[in-house]
């Protein structure tokens, strides 16, 4: 028979705790049959050390659980701090953190975060009659559990039947083991990706700027956490951009005069990222360059379209301002070259063709 709980005080009181955990299975009162109740998996039966509580993250972050404290009951009822969770102790997105009671831990556990309390202290997790208590590291009671309002003998741990969102239930109702620490009720493990949190991009040496000509700046990503699973990114600026490139390991490259943010975003499909502005000067590309041949234009002045009469194999085509500033590149001839977007004035067209380079003047409307 499904044995299903539904007093308020059974279900944890999930107050705040950022939203993120929740306890989804407790053994209290291990199996004291030969080795049923070895939930640690060392291979000897022990009521405190067998002992476990399952905490579940239920957010897409990474959560931060150094600090967090287990008491065995309140103060008011003669509770005491049983342990407290120590610093760096993060659990995945969709991941678990279990804590036993002691012993020597054997196994894998679903991969989960798994901790011990001292064995001389144990978590003196009492069959009946208390109520076990979670705090923040502000010493704010964050979780609970009251294990008087279950049976007082259950021999096996009581779980959330779904995982993470059903009620409480023995676990033996639906399966045919006594627990499962740091897995799902069926034995499938959950989450254990640690995701990226946050990005913060800079040039090499905290640097904002490029002034020699066709020069570059090597991009640097500081990912956080280290620990993430994948601390990769991809580089980018923004598309159309004539001020620079960006390769694939952040190295940019001046190709005019002007700002570009440059971005890096995590690869680990969080979506974070981070960008930094980098001014970028003295980019008088192309204009000092010996040229061929002179190119004709038309028509000139041009107003939307600017077309070339020249060799049929040019191929690259670049459009400064008096300056030296590039303003825009193209690669695509066929039908005619878009200068709609530019402001009334002169402007210096200069063609490739892989062989020669082609210089031309020419007015936009």
Known sequence: MRKYYTLCCILFACLSMSGQLIINEVLYDPSNDMLEGDANGDGVYDQEEDSFIEFYNTSTTNFDASGYEIWDDSVANGGQLRYVIPAGTWVPPGGALVVFGGGTLTGSFGNAVVLKTDSAVGMNLNNSGEVILIKDPNGQTVLTFDSDALSNNPNESYTRNPDITGLFEQHADNTPILFSP????????????????????????????????????????????????DTTVSWSVPAGNVVATV????LLTATGNGTVWVTATANDGTGISDSAEVTITNQNIGLNEPVTTSLAVYPNPANDKLFINGPANLSHVKIFNLSGQLLMQTEDLQNGISVANLQKGIYILKADSGQEDFMARFSKL
Not at 193 to 209: K, L, W
Not at 210 to 218: D, V
């Open 182 to 229: 740091g897995t799902k009720i069926d034995g499938t493990p959950f989450d254990t990706v640690f995701v990226v949190m946050d990005i913060s991009v800079q040039g090499q040496g905290g640097a904002s700027t490029i002034s020699t000509p066709g020069g570059t700046l090597q991009m640097e990503a500081i990912v956080m956490p280290t620990f993430a699973d």
């Open 247 to 250: 390769s694939a390991s952040g």
